[in-house]
């Protein structure tokens, strides 16, 4: 019954072996490999695992990307399956213009966050905040309405904008504090905290609209480095894209299963 889930971000890719294809299921095995490493898989972490029965993946690299991690996956018979944003999925509604042009990851991670929020107890607004390459922040009304979402440059592309674009900045890692008096806490701290100040934005703005306090719920690989920094108590959860994948995985091949 095994069931593989990729997550195919905008710098790395990340994969897990599930036992079966439902929320909570057993991690057999997951990796991550930097998108230029894909063609290593098949060869390398794939190898030895037990052929996965289901496949589904979010992509947001595009399709030259896709393409690279089917031709890894040929070593096994399972078809891929990549989820596409829609109007409506696992009791999310996009309020997207063109909801097909909602990031996959976005969607995923909101419907990860969805059910995560449900299974404590009660629907309730939610902002969903993903740390990674790039930052989004997510609205999402008591009735599971997705909002709208900011989207920002994540630290490094910060950082690495500031460097190039200024006549005599270099950017080594400092430390976050109030009152920087040094280059490095100066442009570590402003990243952070440009981050946390977009996010307290749209938690009042959720509270303005909703007239109710979200579930802040927050996700990415430097989430832990942001938890520090926020405005608000968050809870952080390790990976949501994969928690959405396992919901939509569920109502796709759980019968099946
Ligand atoms: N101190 C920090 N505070 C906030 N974000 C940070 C910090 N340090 C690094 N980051 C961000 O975290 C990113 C790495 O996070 P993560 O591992 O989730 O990304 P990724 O897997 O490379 O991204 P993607 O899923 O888009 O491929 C870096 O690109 C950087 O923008
Ligand atoms: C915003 C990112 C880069 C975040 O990973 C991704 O979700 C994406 O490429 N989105 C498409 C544009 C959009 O979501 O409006
Ligand atoms: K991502």
């Known amino acids: 019954m095994q069931f593989l889930a ?43 695992l037990p052929e996965p029965r289901q496949m589904l993946g979010c992509v947001v690299a595009g399709d030259v990307v896709r393409r690279r991690v089917q031709e890894q996956l040929e070593i096994w018979d399972v078809s891929p399956h990549w989820v596409v944003s829609t109007t409506q999925e696992a009791g999310l509604t996009n309020g997207y213009d063109h909801p097909s042009r909602l990031g996959t990851d976005r969607w995923i991670a909101m419907i990860g966050a969805w059910h995560h929020v449900l299974a404590q107890g009660r629907q309730r607004p939610v902002v969903v905040v993903m740390v990674g390459t790039a930052v989004t922040v997510e609205a999402i009304d008591a009735s599971g309405r997705f909002l709208g979402g900011l989207i920002l440059p994540g630290h490094g592309i ?20 109030a009152f ?3 280059t490095s806490d100066a442009l570590t701290s402003g990243g952070t905290y440009a981050i946390a100040g977009a996010v307290e934005r749209m ?29 608000r108590p968050f809870e952080l959860v390790e990976n949501l894209i994969f928690d959405g994948l396992l919901h939509i995985a569920q109502s796709r091949f759980g019968a099946a299963a």
């Open 6 to 48: 990729i997550d195919v971000g905008n710098t790395r890719l990340k994969w897990a072996m599930y036992d079966e294809p439902r929320p909570g299921a057993a991690v057999l095995a997951h990796g991550v490999e930097f998108l230029d490493n894909i063609e290593r898989l098949a060869e390398g972490s794939w190898a030895e």
């Open 203 to 231: 938690v009042q703005h959720v509270i303005a609209h909703c007239g109710e306090e979200p579930a802040c719920v927050m996700t990415g690989g430097a989430g832990w480095k942001m938890m520090p920094s926020m405005t």
């Open 158 to 177: 910060m950082l690495r904008a500031l460097e190039a674009g200024t006549a005599g900045l270099h950017v080594p890692t400092g430390n976050v504090c």
């Open 180 to 182: 920087p008096t040094n």
